[in-house]
């Protein structure tokens, strides 16, 4: 934060008749145990009094409010080896990304101010023990059980509406956000006047109106941040593509960090990633040699879906890992939905930015991404989509083409139901003849698409279309779902 906007947020603060559940001045510093109390009892303050951050300002004389400095540098002061910030966050609990900002209000006056986020979920606490302002005095919250409850109950806003950057003017929010990439894509006009650039941004979300000035949600910083590394809270949401020089992460070719918001930087990082992929070998009837390896719609479609799918409060970043032998794609969090009805069914936890995504023509609408991607992918006659949950982290991953024969049973029956998947969201139902065409097989072998076809109804994926008919030859599929 600017000296300038640090300045006019202490302004705003002293405008307060008086100290708050949520705002505190001290003169000098005491102890780094009386800050770590001070930090948890501001933060269950704000959450309590619906406030994004509370503040710790050192350098002010609590009764008058008058400006006086300090001798205090939280950002040069060591508990015993350990630097302060450190030691202050490594007991509190949970952690929470509190911000120290030091700087000078005159050229004889030295400000060092904390700002600190609202407890979400649960109270925040130091060295075990949750603390709570009542007027000017800091008490153990346990003494206060519905102060306590308050916080436990407290609905707390998704992650998208809370407040990335705080205390800022119209001018901040276009020099932070990039207001005409915006207007581009959604194919209107720009404004006349920065007042009308913030309106449309209040009405979409992507800033909100505070009690100091105006804020950038996080939804604004994650999709029109001009760089990410403005906002602390969201630049670890920033996408990393990785290339590795063989089939294994031993040894990395070159790698790649989003810089700017997803809307800024979406076309650049598909158009980075596609140059990383080699050009396609002639791999049969469908395709020219000229082609990449891997369709692009597929790529850009699940790259998307890692965006707009993660768990945004979960540590982790959407990754792009790019093999000599298959692209994974992954993002935090577990899906909402079972990988096997990734095709027919939709539900996102991130609905604001999914909304704002498709608007802004960067995904397919609701439920018909997926199919696009299976069509692609057998348009290309590559082995099945593989997803796999672990570790809290969604993968899922595109394979090089490889030859039928090549492929495991296991390959083979997953390809054959997603094929399967893919026409029933096409009102259509697979045949022996459709499963031929998808692995480009001769109609003389039509044995080995039958052989597949049992082999995934003895796995329970598909189920026969039309189970009065007794005609083998003209027998259907559909998916077990469906």
Same mark, same amino acid.
């Given at each position: 934060?600017?000296?300038? &906007?640090?300045?006019?947020?202490?302004?705003?603060?002293?405008?307060?008749?008086? +100290? $708050? !559940?949520?705002?505190?001045?001290?003169?000098?510093?005491?102890?780094?145990?009386?800050?770590?109390?001070?930090?948890?009892?501001?933060?269950?303050?704000?959450?309590?009094?619906?406030?994004?951050?509370?503040?710790?300002?050192?350098?002010?004389?609590?009764?008058?409010?008058?400006?006086?400095?300090?001798?205090?540098?939280?950002?040069?002061?060591?508990?015993?080896?350990?630097?302060? =910030?450190?030691?202050?966050?490594?007991?509190?609990?949970?952690?929470?990304?509190?911000?120290?900002?030091?700087?000078?209000?005159?050229?004889?006056?030295?400000?060092?101010?904390?700002?600190?986020?609202?407890?979400?979920?649960?109270?925040?606490?130091?060295?075990?023990?949750?603390?709570? &302002?009542?007027?000017?005095?800091?008490?153990?919250?346990? +003494?206060?059980?519905?102060?306590?409850?308050?916080?436990?109950?407290?609905?707390?806003?998704?992650?998208?509406?809370?407040?990335?950057?705080?205390?800022?003017?119209?001018?901040?929010?276009?020099?932070?956000? /990039?207001?005409?990439?915006?207007?581009?894509?959604?194919?209107?006009?720009?404004? $006349?006047?920065?007042?009308?650039?913030?309106?449309?941004?209040?009405?979409?979300?992507?800033?909100?109106?505070?009690?100091?000035?105006?804020?950038?949600?996080?939804?604004?910083?994650?999709?029109?941040?001009?760089?990410?590394?403005?906002?602390? /809270?969201? !630049?670890?949401?920033?996408?990393?593509?990785?290339?590795?020089?063989?089939?294994?992460?031993?040894?990395?070719?070159?790698?790649?960090?989003?810089?700017?918001?997803?809307?800024?930087?979406?076309?650049?990082?598909?158009?980075?990633?596609?140059?990383?992929?080699?050009?396609? !070998?002639?791999?049969?009837?469908?395709?020219?040699?000229?082609?990449?390896?891997?369709?692009?719609?597929?790529?850009?479609?699940?790259?998307?879906?890692?965006?707009?799918?993660?768990?945004?409060?979960?540590?982790?970043?959407?990754?792009?890992?790019?093999?000599?032998?298959?692209?994974?794609?992954?993002?935090?969090?577990?899906?909402?939905?079972?990988?096997?009805?990734?095709?027919?069914?939709?539900?996102? &936890?991130?609905?604001?930015?999914?909304?704002?995504?498709?608007?802004?023509?960067?995904? =397919? +609408?609701?439920?018909?991404?997926?199919?696009?991607?299976?069509?692609?992918? !057998?348009?290309?006659?590559?082995?099945?989509?593989?997803?796999?949950?672990?570790?809290?982290?969604?993968?899922?991953?595109?394979?090089?083409?490889?030859?039928?024969?090549?492929?495991?049973?296991? *390959?083979?029956?997953?390809?054959?139901?997603?094929?399967?998947?893919?026409?029933?969201?096409?009102?259509?139902?697979?045949?022996?003849?459709?499963?031929?065409?998808?692995? =480009?097989?001769?109609?003389?072998?039509?044995?080995?698409? $039958?052989?597949?076809?049992?082999?995934?109804?003895? *796995?329970?994926?598909?189920?026969?279309?039309?189970?009065?008919?007794?005609? &083998?030859?003209?027998?259907?599929?559909?998916?077990?779902?469906?």
């Amino acid at each position: 934060m600017e000296n300038t &906007r640090l300045i006019e947020l202490l302004h705003n603060l002293l405008q307060y008749p008086h +100290e $708050s !559940e949520w705002v505190e001045f001290k003169l000098n510093f005491h102890s780094a145990e009386e800050i770590g109390e001070r930090i948890s009892a501001l933060s269950n303050g704000a959450c309590i009094q619906n406030q994004p951050f509370g503040y710790l300002v050192f350098g002010i004389d609590d009764k008058t409010h008058e400006i006086r400095g300090t001798t205090f540098r939280a950002k040069l002061y060591k508990k015993g080896n350990e630097e302060l =910030e450190h030691w202050l966050a490594t007991r509190l609990n949970p952690r929470i990304d509190f911000s120290i900002y030091e700087f000078d209000y005159d050229t004889n006056c030295h400000l060092s101010l904390f700002c600190i986020p609202a407890a979400k979920a649960q109270p925040v606490g130091f060295l075990h023990k949750p603390y709570i &302002r009542v007027g000017s005095i800091t008490r153990l919250l346990s +003494e206060f059980p519905e102060k306590e409850a308050k916080i436990w109950k407290k609905d707390n806003p998704p992650f998208e509406k809370e407040i990335a950057k705080d205390n800022l003017s119209s001018s901040d929010i276009v020099n932070l956000l /990039s207001a005409e990439t915006y207007f581009d894509l959604m194919k209107m006009p720009y404004p $006349s006047t920065q007042q009308g650039v913030v309106e449309k941004f209040l009405e979409e979300g992507l800033i909100a109106k505070t009690k100091t000035a105006y804020g950038i949600t996080k939804l604004g910083a994650l999709l029109l941040a001009k760089n990410l590394r403005d906002f602390e /809270s969201v !630049e670890r949401k920033s996408v990393r593509v990785i290339v590795y020089k063989g089939k294994n992460k031993v040894e990395t070719e070159r790698e790649q960090i989003g810089a700017r918001g997803y809307a800024i930087g979406f076309v650049g990082l598909i158009d980075w990633i596609n140059s990383q992929l080699p050009a396609n !070998e002639e791999i049969g009837k469908a395709l020219r040699t000229d082609r990449r390896m891997y369709p692009e719609i597929a790529i850009r479609e699940l790259v998307a879906n890692a965006l707009i799918h993660q768990d945004l409060t979960e540590k982790g970043f959407p990754m792009v890992e790019i093999f000599t032998d298959r692209i994974e794609i992954s993002n935090s969090g577990t899906p909402l939905v079972s990988p096997d009805r990734f095709i027919d069914a939709y539900l996102s &936890r991130n609905e604001k930015l999914a909304d704002l995504m498709r608007r802004l023509g960067f995904c =397919e +609408e609701k439920g018909s991404g997926m199919d696009k991607v299976i069509f692609n992918n !057998e348009l290309y006659q590559l082995p099945p989509i593989n997803v796999i949950i672990a570790e809290n982290r969604t993968r899922v991953t595109i394979f090089k083409y490889k030859k039928l024969n090549d492929l495991s049973k296991k *390959e083979k029956i997953m390809a054959c139901y997603q094929h399967a998947c893919l026409k029933y969201v096409s009102n259509e139902k697979m045949t022996n003849q459709t499963l031929r065409n998808r692995f =480009e097989i001769e109609p003389h072998n039509y044995p080995i698409a $039958s052989k597949i076809i049992r082999d995934t109804l003895d *796995e329970h994926l598909i189920k026969e279309g039309d189970p009065e008919s007794n005609s &083998r030859k003209y027998a259907s599929y559909i998916p077990y779902w469906a």
